[in-house]
């Protein structure tokens, strides 16, 4: 019996179910990415093997990864260790001081007024090129490092932050004052949640600012950390090894934009629906 | 002289004015406890003022708004708003939103009584499979009908009803004014309804005012009677009461016009 022209197959009564999609049609957003990666990779890996390039100038994955097993044989962990400690408490100083901060500038009037235009100006510098000032000020340690992400984190934290209070719902205010909402019940009930998106879009961008006031910090002027180590294995032409510590932070910055997508989800689970879970 | 202890509502003399434009000029009205008055009127000619003159946000220029007897401040217990934008917290729960006023004004009862009262009336207008939804997974009509629970689980003496209908499509809207009517006749609460709706008035009131083009005055009041629904007169009698609300509505939305025409350049 042939096959060729097989009729739909009826359900006498009931409606004609569509066949499900396969995990692979269903997925195609999550495995697309992977694909292109795997592809570039296998590429370069060829290309690298083709000798196209001088091995000083360049390197090709399978080099890297003995680049890469070097570091972690070597200064790797202690090198993570400085670099997220720097960060870490860089980040504290931000949020520490962004976040009051930013509630006050946008819970009064004046003081918005005042210093809005300067808050603007800073945020819009490249204050990167503070860098050398910070090391002359707090030394070669991690001092100056914790410093950098501070003033680089804190902008992006603050303005957010005093975006987000200066944003909210005047009807919900009103609503909440009509059923016998106190000042704090206002705060609590209506202002910081409507501020908790914008306090989490400012996290994630203070992040990748922070990891970028790290590691060139750690480039200009350091004795460890991972952007010391870059620059150290760049400057004896140890170009897979250097690769290696590139593709690393790739990664760490990669993980860490995930969490934030994870925390944002948790903080705030009325703006992402989660239907069908 | 009829006594003032079921006065629900008096306005005296009120006017009232954002810096040198006036908004509404000299009101005076009396709301009778247990009475569903609707305001009709031109958009922009202060019903929404009005409204919230007696919700406390603006006060008088001129004249004296009085809540069951006391001041508007002393009276905020007894009353609760039911919005046009719905204004329900997008960060609370269909529970958790119609427990907020509960939260606040009804301290003296303990967390599980507020929750009961809460479903209670989650369940009266019918979202008890809804409890847990957040307001973006839900209907406009829905979410209204949170708006409602809200107000109503307050258990105010006075209802104040801006346009709550105003943002739905015409089944919802219809549907949710049945629910509505239903919750008053069972509970003989007092209402201010705004609307701009001439039918909704007309159907759901026992008083209808209808106000002039902006500065805002008390035009007509008209006090729907239609007799039963099965009447023979009733439809003409409904028609004729529409039609004179209509004739004086329309004057005055045209003047509106008028005015707005004048201004363009
Ligand atoms: N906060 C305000 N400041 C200045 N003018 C306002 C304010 N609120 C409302 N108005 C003006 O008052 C008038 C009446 O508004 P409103 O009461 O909302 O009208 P309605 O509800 O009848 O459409 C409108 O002309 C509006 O522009
Ligand atoms: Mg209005």
Redesign the pocket.
Known sequence: MSTMTKPAPVSPGGPVRRPEPSWLKKNEKRWLPVVTVIGIFTAWEIAGNMNLWDPLFFSHPSVIWDGFLSLTTGPLLSDLRVTGLEFLLGMMIALGIGVPLGILLGTSKRLYWAFDPVVTALYSTPILVLTPLMVIWFGLGIGSKVANVAILAVFPVLINMMEGVRNTDGSLMRAAKSFGANGWAIQKDVIFPSVVPFFVTGLRLAIGKGMIAVVVGEYIAATEGIGYRIRADAEVFNTPRYLAGVLIMVVVSVIIMALIKVLERKLAPWRTPVLGE | MPGTDNIAISVDHVTFG??K?V?LQDISIDVVEGEFVSLI?P????????LSMFDGVVRPDVGTVRIFGSTVQETLKQRAMVFQNFALMPWKTVRENVLLGLNYRRTDLSKKERLELAREYINRVGLTHALDLYPHQISGGMQQRVGIARAFAVQPRLLLM?EPFGALDAQNAELLREDLLKLVAEERRTVVF?THNLDEALQMSDRVLLMTA?P?TIRDEVRPDFGPKTSAEYRERYDSQRDLLWDHLKSEVLTVQAREEGQKP
């Open positions: 954002y810096g434009e908004i009127g958009s922009g000619c202060g019903k929404s003022t009005l801006d705004v902006r805002g």
